[in-house]
């Protein structure tokens, strides 16, 4: 079978707080991964990503391996930052999305060196006179665009979801609102005394998934393998495999292996893998004036033309108890913050302690606590994943040590 090639390009490389720590490809749009979607739209598991040098090491043992070396004449190469819809596209040569190229099949043997920097384009790659095939999907051209286009993205997935062992709830008298439904996969657990809303989009519960009794969920909302969510209200959000969720969430993504386990109120945001958000962390969503959200950038503060962003956390940030985080923060990946003051709206990854200016987290405690976490999920942290890790270490951004103006 022809093989399947993931292209993070120049603009997924500055997908921060994540791509310091992780190809882009493997983050969640709507309810699954991006290379998920692109496998199954072209019905074959991917070979690699080619991505920034300091993801040379990644590894993940669900995930796919950046690679070095050679693209033979004939592969498919996709670009990770197409939400590719969840249905198999027309055959082809190559493959639009909006209008844009997103998907191609290699005209030559493409050495990885020339994509390198993630400057070259999907155009210059393809066979000449091929006539492209239209795919539906959505771009994701800022990182912000996984929080903003959530709610529509997770309404077509759930329903595009056909290749699952799903089955219809009925979750009793007085137990449901709304017309879409409410599917749960076979082998997850739903408790009595549930409340679901499907008022604005269906709830999916995928296997090994706990949800607790007295919870309400708010559709269109995604519950992935082996989860546990329960003891409040969770609204218009993706939940990967093995989190645990408490509280009041509202449009928000946990990649996976993240949790939330007490009260207090996330919206709008985005915690990547291996995150531990403390009793009482709280994101503020949405800016007192109702203005529109500033948010801390590789290139600069943006005007994200969004009225709701809360916080972007990168893969193992810890926060302490009773954390409060203003609207459009950004907190680098292994951040370890505390106390009561608010942070800035960048925090630099690596940042350790209860107020600016951070010290460093020193790399080898940091490595010696991730391994401590990812056992508790079963999960082995490989000499090649802590190698990445330190690669992270050493590529780390920094910000202004400064608080932004409103």
Same mark, same amino acid.
């Given at each position: 079978?022809? =093989?399947? &090639?993931?292209? #993070?390009?120049?603009?997924?490389?500055?997908?921060?707080?994540?791509?310091?720590?992780?190809?882009?490809?493997? @983050?969640?749009?709507? =309810?699954?991964?991006?290379?998920?979607?692109?496998? @199954?739209?072209?019905?074959?598991?991917?070979?690699? %990503?080619?991505?920034?040098?300091?993801?040379?090491?990644?590894?993940?043992?669900?995930?796919?391996?950046? *690679?070095?070396?050679?693209?033979?004449?004939?592969?498919?190469?996709?670009?990770?930052?197409?939400?590719?819809?969840?249905?198999?596209?027309?055959?082809?040569?190559?493959?639009?999305?909006?209008?844009?190229?997103?998907?191609?099949?290699?005209?030559?043997?493409?050495?990885?060196?020339?994509?390198?920097?993630?400057?070259?384009?999907?155009?210059?790659?393809?066979?000449?006179?091929?006539?492209?095939?239209?795919?539906?999907?959505?771009?994701?051209?800022?990182?912000?665009?996984?929080?903003?286009?959530?709610?529509?993205?997770?309404?077509?997935?759930?329903?595009?979801?056909?290749?699952?062992?799903?089955?219809?709830?009925?979750?009793?008298?007085? @137990?449901?609102?709304?017309?879409?439904?409410?599917?749960?996969?076979?082998?997850?657990?739903?408790?009595?005394?549930?409340? +679901?809303?499907?008022?604005?989009?269906?709830?999916?519960?995928?296997?090994?998934?706990?949800?607790?009794?007295?919870?309400?969920?708010?559709?269109?909302?995604?519950?992935?393998?082996?989860?546990?969510?329960?003891?409040?209200?969770?609204?218009?959000?993706?939940?990967?495999?093995?989190?645990?969720?408490?509280?009041?969430?509202?449009?928000?993504? +946990?990649?996976?292996?993240?949790?939330?386990?007490?009260?207090?109120?996330?919206?709008?945001?985005?915690?990547?893998?291996?995150?531990?958000?403390?009793?009482?962390? *709280?994101?503020?969503?949405?800016?007192?004036? &109702?203005?529109?959200?500033?948010?801390?950038?590789?290139?600069?503060? %943006?005007?994200?033309?969004?009225?709701?962003?809360?916080?972007? +956390?990168?893969?193992?940030?810890?926060?302490?108890?009773?954390?409060?985080?203003?609207?459009?923060?950004?907190?680098?990946?292994?951040?370890?913050?505390?106390?009561?003051?608010?942070?800035?709206?960048?925090?630099?990854?690596?940042?350790?302690?209860?107020?600016?200016?951070?010290?460093?987290?020193?790399?080898?405690?940091? @490595?010696?606590?991730?391994?401590?976490?990812?056992?508790?999920?079963?999960?082995?942290?490989? =000499?090649?994943?802590? =190698?990445?890790?330190?690669?992270?270490?050493?590529?780390?951004?920094?910000?202004? #040590?400064?608080?932004?103006?409103?």
């Amino acid at each position: 079978m022809t =093989a399947l &090639y993931l292209y #993070d390009d120049a603009a997924a490389r500055g997908f921060e707080p994540f791509a310091l720590t992780r190809p882009t490809c493997e @983050l969640r749009a709507g =309810a699954l991964l991006l290379r998920e979607r692109w496998e @199954l739209a072209l019905k074959r598991r991917a070979t690699g %990503v080619i991505t920034a040098a300091h993801l040379a090491d990644f590894d993940e043992p669900w995930g796919i391996p950046a *690679i070095s070396g050679r693209l033979p004449k004939g592969a498919l190469l996709a670009n990770s930052r197409c939400a590719v819809a969840l249905q198999p596209v027309t055959a082809g040569d190559s493959w639009t999305c909006d209008g844009r190229l997103a998907a191609v099949t290699l005209a030559r043997d493409v050495e990885v060196a020339e994509l390198a920097d993630g400057s070259a384009t999907l155009e210059s790659l393809a066979r000449e006179g091929a006539t492209p095939a239209p795919v539906s999907g959505r771009w994701m051209d800022h990182v912000w665009d996984f929080i903003a286009l959530l709610t529509p993205m997770l309404v077509e997935d759930i329903q595009g979801m056909s290749h699952l062992d799903l089955s219809h709830l009925n979750p009793g008298p007085g @137990l449901k609102h709304g017309n879409h439904p409410v599917m749960a996969e076979n082998g997850a657990r739903v408790e009595a005394n549930v409340f +679901f809303d499907t008022s604005a989009g269906p709830v999916l519960v995928r296997r090994g998934a706990t949800v607790m009794a007295f919870t309400r969920i708010v559709g269109p909302c995604y519950v992935g393998e082996d989860s546990q969510v329960g003891g409040d209200k969770i609204a218009n959000t993706s939940i990967g495999n093995v989190c645990k969720v408490h509280g009041e969430v509202s449009s928000t993504i +946990f990649l996976g292996h993240s949790n939330k386990g007490h009260d207090g109120f996330v919206g709008h945001s985005y915690l990547g893998r291996w995150v531990n958000l403390g009793a009482g962390t *709280i994101t503020s969503n949405l800016k007192n004036t &109702y203005g529109t959200v500033q948010l801390w950038t590789p290139g600069g503060e %943006v005007d994200t033309s969004q009225q709701f962003i809360g916080t972007l +956390f990168g893969d193992h940030v810890k926060t302490g108890i009773g954390m409060t985080l203003s609207t459009g923060t950004v907190i680098g990946a292994a951040a370890n913050i505390y106390g009561g003051v608010m942070p800035p709206k960048a925090v630099p990854p690596f940042a350790w302690g209860d107020r600016p200016p951070y010290d460093t987290y020193r790399v080898d405690k940091f @490595l010696d606590v991730a391994k401590r976490v990812m056992e508790r999920r079963h999960v082995e942290l490989s =000499a090649k994943a802590a =190698a990445q890790l330190r690669a992270a270490f050493d590529a780390k951004w920094a910000v202004a #040590d400064r608080r932004s103006r409103p």
